[in-house]
Antibody, heavy 120, light 107 residues
């Protein structure tokens, strides 16, 4: 059974940093691309970042480019999102989502999400 | 970047009605389009990928079709359990943009 367990969310002050983690199990992690998707309270889904199966390629949404960095450790079956220079607009539930393949495909499994609140 | 325009933003229909939701890409994205369902308080669920391929376990009343850069999700006979917000997403290349969502309610 595929499981994705996010952690690392919480309350952070504007300008602060946070690192999210997503522990994956139930599938061959290094064979699949992985995504971060966020959802602000009461709003729609916003794609944040994607990383290839090997970690060699990664892309970020313009809204987070230069501030967020996606990475992965295939030896630990773990996906990360380093978030710097956080602002109130980054307040959201952050979902880790497994790609259907090694490149850019649909996301077939999602974690339960971790809430990030940016507030003073 | 390619924009994804989803319509309508909300709709209300009766049980048994045929419901259609449209997503228009500002440029060609081939068949690289997925549809997701998100019920209130839950995680998004993949319904359809490659524009028209039903994900395993999804009821056959859901279907998808592509016409050029227009993509349509159809629920052939709306059921009470279909109350949810539906999103399209392009995945031909980054950014993997979502549409704005369509909230479906029962009349």
């Amino acid at each position: 059974e595929v499981q994705l367990l996010e952690s690392g969310g919480g309350l952070v002050q504007p300008g602060g940093s946070l690192r999210l983690s997503c522990a994956a199990s139930g599938f061959t992690f290094y064979n699949y691309a992985m995504n971060w998707v966020r959802q602000a309270p009461g709003k729609g889904l916003e794609w944040v970042s994607v990383i290839s199966d090997s970690g060699d390629s990664a892309y970020h949404a313009d809204s987070v480019k230069g501030r967020f960095t996606i990475s992965r450790d295939n030896s630990k079956n773990t996906l990360y999102l380093q978030m710097n220079s956080l602002s109130a607009e980054d307040t959201a539930v952050y979902y880790c989502a497994k790609d259907q393949g090694s490149g850019w495909y649909a996301a077939d499994y999602w974690g339960q999400g971790t809430l990030v609140t940016v507030s003073s | 970047d390619i924009q994804m325009t989803q319509s309508p933003s909300s709709l209300s229909a009766s049980v048994g009605d045929r419901v259609t939701i449209t997503c228009r890409a500002s440029q060609g994205i081939s068949n690289s389009l997925a549809w997701y369902q998100q019920k209130s308080g839950t995680v998004p669920k993949l319904l359809i990928y490659a524009a028209s391929t039903l994900q395993s376990g999804v009821p056959s009343r859901f279907s998808g079709i592509r016409s050029g850069t227009d993509f349509t999700l159809t629920i052939s006979s709306l059921q009470p359990e279909d109350v949810a917000t539906y999103y399209c997403q392009k995945y031909d290349s980054a950014p993997l943009t979502f549409g704005g969502g369509t909230k479906v309610e029962i009349k």
